[in-house]
């Protein structure tokens, strides 16, 4: 139990371009999804927290407006980088909360396998 | 602020071979989460183990086991019987539940690499 997919797991895009990202949660519901970047040989960046129903709560630094996220039921949260440009290449990962269905803790999170992009 | 400190930046071990990853953590809640994730080059975070900080046994999950000190702070992940596909970077992670979202504090990793 406890998956969690993504899509694109890449995609690469002309600059200037809006690309959106979508993470759902398979055999659970998650209230809770969070989104992070990874740059290289880093480890993860929380971006934000997002919480099916409400607005997204954004890391200091992360502007909500390029980076917008809709939380629109339990197993769904898309996150749409808008205007791409070649710095927002990264790897973007979501993971979700769910509770005790994974055999965890309440707060563990399981993570999608990540959206590789890449802007021209 | 939570903090996870993991001080080896690479690891090596030999096939069969049993080895620890060291974490520290800092804070100053008294109920808090342990993690343990494994990112391969594929890029998933594959979850390993947990541990609650109420917990008194050590959390074991087939061949990897978390050996925690609560009074040194210390969270090391032990994997046994090493194998080839173990070859990843390790995460270590903390759960901040006073934030009431239960947002984790990632340390910066440990690349394991597996002999044969």
């Known amino acids: 139990g406890a998956v969690v997919s993504q899509h694109p797991s890449w995609v690469i895009c002309k600059s200037g371009t809006s690309v959106k990202i979508e993470c759902r949660s398979l055999d659970f519901q998650a209230t809770t999804m969070f989104w992070y970047r990874q740059f290289p040989k880093q480890s993860l960046m929380l971006m934000a927290t997002?919480?099916?129903?409400?607005?997204?709560?954004?890391e200091q630094g992360v502007e909500k407006d390029k980076f917008l996220i809709n939380h629109a039921s339990l197993t769904l949260s898309t996150l749409t980088v808008t205007s791409a440009h070649p710095e927002d290449s990264s790897f973007y990962i979501c993971?979700?909360?769910?509770?005790?269905?994974?055999?965890?803790?309440?707060?563990?999170?399981?993570f999608g396998p990540g959206t590789r992009l890449t802007v021209l | 602020a939570q903090k996870i400190t993991q001080t080896q930046p690479g690891m090596f071990v030999q096939e069969k071979e049993a080895v620890t990853l060291d974490c520290t953590y800092d804070?100053?809640?008294?109920?808090?989460?342990l993690f343990w994730y494994k990112q391969p080059s594929s890029g998933e975070m594959i979850f390993l183990i947990y541990q609650g900080s109420y917990d008194e046994q050590n959390a074991t999950e087939g061949r990897y086991s978390l050996n925690f000190q609560k009074a040194r702070k210390s969270a090391n992940l032990v994997i046994s019987a090493s194998q080839l596909g173990d070859s990843a970077m390790y995460f270590c992670a903390m759960s901040d539940s006073g934030a009431g979202s239960y947002q984790l504090t990632f340390g910066k990793g440990t690349k394991l690499s597996v002999i044969p």
């Open positions: 997002s919480n099916e129903g409400s607005k997204a709560t954004y």
């Open positions: 804070t100053s809640d008294q109920s808090y989460g």
């Open positions: 993971s979700a909360s769910s509770g005790l269905a994974g055999g965890g803790g309440s707060d563990t999170q399981y």
